[in-house]
């Protein structure tokens, strides 16, 4: 006969059923506490220096306790990470999301899928309404927490001058001007300053000498970041020297180092070299950190010029990592959000970072890198690490499947091993460079009405 191990009786506690013809719902009496306790897990948490196994609690969105043997309570959502690294959530600051026509694939969902928890999107054709239709999606329910930077040369598409643009960024812009100068959709107007930075493309336009020197004069007196498109090595010397010693942030580094325009190790060398000015910051791709040098079809560095990249992290020239999208996805960045993990551990294998150097190149350092370009203590206060208090981003990952086990955002569980967790949808919010909201409102709009 058929044997069973488990009788009826647990599951009796757990399950819906019916009994003598009424409806037993058992997890009704259970409270649902909303806390998610991870045990066990080996934590890595570079800005707080803790590398040690040991439990973190999550509560109300955030990080509550941090230490070995804390106790569950009924209604807690115990998670086993016995082996596991547990990593504060991965922020990838330079990563295509919703970005345009961007309709058939589903780069935000598989993000989350790959342990990304917080990410910015740098769309070249992004407007000044982006941060009002992009954040619309995140009012409608997305497992990530999402920033936008908005095209440089939209960015002087307007009547409003650099003084103007430059207020309105920091909330100081008269209605009455940007009503007559900026927009007629008081949305745009509103909602415009939620976004992180500006991003200047070489492959979308070619701005004159004037045009960049206001986008720089913008960027540093309204604190946002200033990223260029970097590939062709010429450009961004241009654009350095044209900076003047303002704050530049050359976007997906390694790309020089794919020979699309000149030599590749000598493009990555002009780009290290840029990079010793104090003014100018950088980030790799992750998938040009990994054996496949980068993307068959798309760019791919050489050994010699991703030795010159190993040089520049092992130095500390650069400690930031990014994907720059999915290959997938219409808005093809340079790497895939899948290398992310793989490029953190690796790094650690090869010896060229420590472990928690590596894990810092996607939490603390953007972290501090956003907060110190925009001037905003959030960014270092509530990400990027797993002190009490922190937002309740976390990373879970299995080292042995350089994979994504859980990936947590604001204390909602959104994936895990590689699937996401329907329930997550709506767990992301808006990230500006002032911080965080959950709701940019756009999306809850079901009417207008103007006044006649
Ligand atoms: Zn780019
Ligand atoms: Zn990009």
Redo the contacts with the bound molecule.
Sequence with gaps: MYKNKLSAGPFGEILAAVKNESLKDPMAAVSDTGRILLKNGTVVDPKNNMEEVTDVLLAGGQVVEVGGGIASEKGDRVIDCEGLLVVPGLIDM?LHLGDLFEVSTNPIHESAQDGVTTALS?G?GNTLMAPALLGAEVDRGLPVNIGVYIGAANMLATMLDVDELVDLFLGKLDEEVASTKMTRNMITYVTAPLTVGI?E?M?HFLMPDESIDKIFEITSRAKLINMT???DPEHAQRLVALSKGRPIHL??TT?AGCGTHGGAREGMETVVELLRQEHVTGEFVTTMMREGLGSREGISMTKASQQVAFDALESGLVDILIS?GQNDATMK??GDTRDNIPALIELAQKGILTRSKAIATMTANPAKLIAEKTGNGWWTEKMGHLGVGASGNVTIIDEKDKLATYTIVNGEMVSFENRTVRRGNGAGGWVSKYGMVKRVGTGNFNTFSYEK
């Design positions: 330079h740098p070249a991003k493309h492959g498109h970097t590939q976007a997906h790309a720059d960045g340079f």
